[in-house]
């Protein structure tokens, strides 16, 4: 099942140059886009802009803020650390016949992207409740991007969903 689901996925690739334009920008470009978006959301919703004195609201602020980035960096190191232990190839090195539309390297679960935007969009999901649904909307689509470009199957970004999901509740908790 795990290889039919990517295929569906992948067989959409090398179909025109726009198309694969479209999946290396949402596979490459607008994680790094989210990040911005997900500082902007947090900066924004813990009124730093609107305060009198921006530096002290940021200070006062800031242990909550840096946790959510935290929360992804540390979901992301936790993925790479369980690559070495779980050495799934990657889609192009189980299959000759995929050709990725990104250079990767490495083994392929979990996704250290799932892991990092999804809990991204958990902590976040913990201050406010419809942005959280959107920057997990954002995860998806990095998620099925990845897919799609060749670089990992469907298991390996349920397992990083999973993975982000868990360390941001644990976060959360602590």
Do not use: C
């Amino acid at each position: 099942m795990n290889e039919t689901i990517f295929f569906f996925f992948y067989n959409l690739a090398h179909q025109s140059d726009l198309l694969d334009q479209v999946i290396v920008f949402f596979a490459v470009y607008f994680p790094y886009i989210v990040i911005i978006l997900a500082g902007v959301f947090l900066l924004v919703h813990h009124e730093v802009f609107k305060a009198e004195s921006t530096v002290q609201v940021f200070l006062e602020k800031k242990k909550e803020i840096l946790r959510a980035f935290f929360v992804g960096i540390m979901a992301w190191v936790l993925a790479y650390g369980l690559k070495f232990f779980i050495q799934i190839p990657r889609p192009f090195d189980a299959f000759l016949q995929v050709r990725s539309l990104i250079p990767e390297s490495g083994y392929s679960f979990p996704s250290g992207h799932a892991a990092f935007f999804m809990a991204l969009a958990f902590i976040i999901f913990f201050f406010h409740k419809k942005a959280g649904y959107i920057f997990m909307f954002f995860a998806l689509i990095i998620g099925l991007a990845r897919i799609t470009s060749g670089v990992h199957f469907p298991i390996d970004i349920l397992g990083g969903f999973a993975l982000g999901a868990l360390v941001a509740y644990f976060v959360k908790s602590v």
